[in-house]
């Protein structure tokens, strides 16, 4: 039989055995939280159904707060503050560096103050607009000049983010990385991204007050839902509105691929003189069409901001200039393909 020095000396091992089981027990603990965590992070990191909420918060959620502006090797700070009035979205930024430049968007267009200046207005003409229509996302279309993937959670302005990489496949476009609010939807920070995935410019709440539990005009919630499968995109354009580009006396007779006229506008300059508004998309990037009377001072050529190209010149006796977060070679095509009957 076992002396009881064995027996005590086989506790003993047994003991410390235990010991180390029992030590090593939480890291197991915490590794199959971690693998659990990331697999559930994974299941509700679509890209589609994020990107799809996104877009419902950005017409649903209201909000206000600072964010700065980085392009190139300039960077600004603006208050920016989104309401909801009557059911109608508006917009207003003010800059909280360099001069004093505001800039608000209403129902009855969009109002501009620069320093030493008067406030301009640009009215809205009373046409059929289409001008605060909410697009909703294609996901066909888009995988067919975009690829999309989720790049894990990220914090911005102390608020827990899904990343989202949307990724161009030509250089009609640029890339985007958004990083979207997990509570709201709404994106807290955007890079726009050049072909070598570098960003050319970057957009990024340091602050940001959201109003998830207040009721906005209409009963509608002020955090949009989360998806559950993404909505019908828009049918395409027949009868009456088809025709409005070649009623107008505006054609595009090329766009690039992928892009579409999804809005037309009459609005009015101060001289009461009218622009006619073209507005074009590819689900994701935009650019607008503006067509006008000569004037002085009207751009010439190329301007770039950060990642705002413009590009204008003169087509049959009128000013067009295309403006529009698309690399420069894209709004010059554009102008290149656009013509205008003598009454735009």
């Not at 020095?5 to 915490?30: F, H, K, M, V, Y």
């Not at 790049?151 to 640029?174: M, N, P, S």
């Not at 709440?205 to 207040?214: E, G, K, L, V």
């Amino acid at each position: 039989m076992p002396t009881v020095r064995a027996r005590i000396g086989a506790l003993t091992q047994l003991w410390c055995r235990l010991r180390r089981e029992l030590r090593s027990l939480p890291l197991a603990i915490l590794a199959l939280l971690w693998l659990l965590w990331t697999a559930s992070a994974h299941a509700g990191g679509d890209p589609r159904l994020l990107l799809e909420r996104m877009n419902q918060a950005l017409e649903q959620v209201q909000f206000e707060g600072t964010l700065v502006y980085l392009h190139g090797g300039d960077l600004a700070a603006l208050r920016v503050s989104h309401r909801r009035n009557n059911g109608m979205p508006g917009e207003s930024l003010l800059s909280l560096t360099g001069p004093v430049r505001a800039l608000s968007r209403h129902a009855q267009g969009v109002t501009c103050m620069l320093p030493d200046a008067a406030p301009l207005t640009v009215s809205k003409g009373h046409g059929h607009s289409r001008f605060l229509r909410s697009v909703p996302l294609d996901f066909p279309q888009l995988r067919r000049h975009y690829r999309m993937e989720s790049l894990g959670r990220f914090r911005i302005a102390g608020r827990d983010t899904r990343v989202v990489g949307v990724h161009a496949k030509d250089d009609y476009r640029y890339g985007y990385r958004f990083y979207i609010d997990e509570a709201s939807g709404l994106p807290l920070k955007v890079d726009l991204l050049n072909s070598d995935g570098q960003a050319v410019q970057q957009i990024m709440f340091t602050d940001i007050d959201i109003d998830i539990d207040r009721e906005p005009a209409g009963g509608q919630r002020a955090v949009a839902p989360p998806v559950d499968a993404p909505s019908q995109a828009p049918a395409a354009m027949t009868g009456s509105e088809a025709e409005a580009p070649q009623q107008a006396g505006v054609v595009a007779t090329q766009l690039p691929p992928g892009f579409r006229i999804i809005s037309r506008d009459r609005l009015v300059r101060d001289d009461g003189k009218d622009i006619h508004q073209r507005v074009a998309s590819d689900g994701l990037a935009s650019f607008s069409i503006y067509v006008e009377p000569p004037m002085h001072g009207a751009l010439m050529g190329q301007s770039r901001l950060g990642a705002v190209t413009a590009a204008g010149g003169r087509v049959g006796g009128h000013q067009v200039t295309v403006v529009g977060e698309v690399p420069p070679a894209t709004a010059q095509m554009v102008l290149e393909h656009i013509e205008v009957a003598d009454s735009p």
